[in-house]
């Protein structure tokens, strides 16, 4: 199983862009779908982007398509999310998660889909 650690938050001003990184441990790491989440204070995890295991496929929330980019990279272990044109709402922290059961990327929005959690990482736009 692997292990996750996401980086690169901050803070930064509306309009601004931040590129966020997955780190992950062990050897399999193309066998698990990758998602993005996120959670503001009093609000419930919500579905921000995912990204199949050959990163062949992508999904965004509807919230952040056409700003956000999802990607990975196998041969580093590494997934990322770039973010442009960031609004005070994407404030919240942002968590990456890993998961394999078996399904798609358009049905792998809810946290349930995902086995793998890092820590979270924490992201402020200031208007």
């Known amino acids: 199983q692997v292990q996750l650690g996401e980086s690169g938050g901050g803070l930064v001003q509306a309009g601004g862009s931040l590129r966020l990184a997955c780190a992950a441990s062990?050897?399999?790491?193309?066998?698990?779908?990758l998602g993005w989440f996120r959670q503001a204070p009093g609000k419930e995890r919500e579905f921000v982007a995912a990204?199949?295991?050959?990163?062949?496929?992508?999904y965004y929330a509807d919230a952040v398509k056409g700003r956000f980019t999802i990607s990975r990279d196998n041969a580093k272990n590494m997934g990322y999310l770039q973010m442009n044109n960031l609004k005070p709402g994407d404030t919240a922290v942002y968590y990456c998660a890993a998961g394999t059961k078996f399904g798609t990327v358009t049905t792998a929005t809810t946290p349930d889909w995902y086995d793998t959690w890092g820590q979270g990482t924490q992201v402020t736009v200031s208007s």
């Open positions: 062990g050897r399999t790491f193309s066998y698990y779908r």
């Open positions: 990204i199949s295991g050959s990163a062949g496929r992508t």
